[in-house]
């Protein structure tokens, strides 16, 4: 074939114009022509077999590859773009002799290099998303640490806004953590909440029952004036919530609750003396 005969030439004329319009910035040209050399394969071997499995595959492959690398969609796009229209006009070379055998090349030609264009954006875009949301579940579980302080006692801080998802992955977390850790007691310390909403409100009050069904007892902590006339205006079954004022006050209940008895050091010296 024509494009695999001509390989080398081809590939190196794609790379220089993908440096000459400044795409793929935030690779090296070691790494851009490294990079040409497998999307140049895949590319022909796509127009060689007319796979849609095989083009989904090259599509998926090349997001994967440069996505972590920084590269945005327009740039992907763009080198494919260029590729086609490299290609293009070593076909149309080739073959401008002979005006039957370039239309009919031409016709095979560019609907699939056309077909290849759009399925490599729209995967690119996809796996953008997918990436993305990765990131903002790894960032949401960072932002919802559950802690074990002690045996069977469980810490888990919240900071920031909550809203509906975000109070479904605490809860979710939380009854993760409880079977895990075989937890007892856990305080949840909401000092760093701005606002609770009705939904929010009854999620926490939801989080609480899911939590005892599984043996553990929850005391929230943290508990803000804006907040608890929220949680009381909105009709917030409060007796099914267990509070204490601050976070050092919930561990010392959790405590006292599990059975630990806090002696403070002046006090255990007094009994010490004679």
């Known amino acids: 074939m024509h494009l695999r005969e001509n390989r080398t030439q081809l590939r190196e004329e794609w790379a220089r114009r993908v440096t000459e319009d400044q795409l793929l910035t935030a690779m090296t040209k070691e790494e851009i022509f490294a990079e040409a050399t497998t999307v140049y394969d895949n590319y022909v071997a796509v127009l060689e077999t007319g ?7 090259y599509a998926r492959d090349l997001s994967e ?14 080198i494919v773009l260029l590729l086609r229209d490299v290609l293009g006009r070593s076909l149309l070379k080739k073959y401008q002799s002979d005006l039957v055998l370039l239309n009919r090349v031409m016709d095979a030609y560019e609907p699939a290099s056309n077909r290849i264009a759009n399925t490599v954006a729209v995967s690119f875009v996809q796996e953008r998303e997918r990436i993305i949301r990765q990131q903002q579940e790894a960032i949401r579980e960072l932002s919802t640490p559950v802690l074990q302080v002690r045996e069977r006692l469980l810490i888990l801080p919240i900071i920031g806004v909550i809203d509906s998802q975000r109070a479904r992955q605490v809860t979710e977390q939380l009854l993760r953590g409880i079977r895990a850790n075989r937890a007892k007691v856990v305080v949840i310390d909401i000092t760093g909440v701005p606002t609770v909403d009705s939904t929010v409100a009854n999620h926490l009050v939801q989080t609480v029952d899911a939590s005892r069904l599984m043996g553990a007892t929850v005391i929230v902590t943290g508990l803000s004036s804006e907040i608890a006339q929220t949680l009381v205006t909105i009709g917030v079954d409060l007796t099914k919530m267990k509070t204490v004022g601050d976070l050092q006050g919930g561990i010392e209940e959790a405590e ?13 010296k007094e009994s010490e003396t004679p």
């Open 65 to 78: 590859r440069i996505i972590p690398r920084g590269v945005e969609a327009n740039e992907v796009v763009g």
């Open 256 to 268: 006292r609750l599990l059975g630990y008895k806090v002696i403070l050091e002046e006090s255990a």
């Open 51 to 57: 796979s849609v499995e095989a083009l989904q595959a």
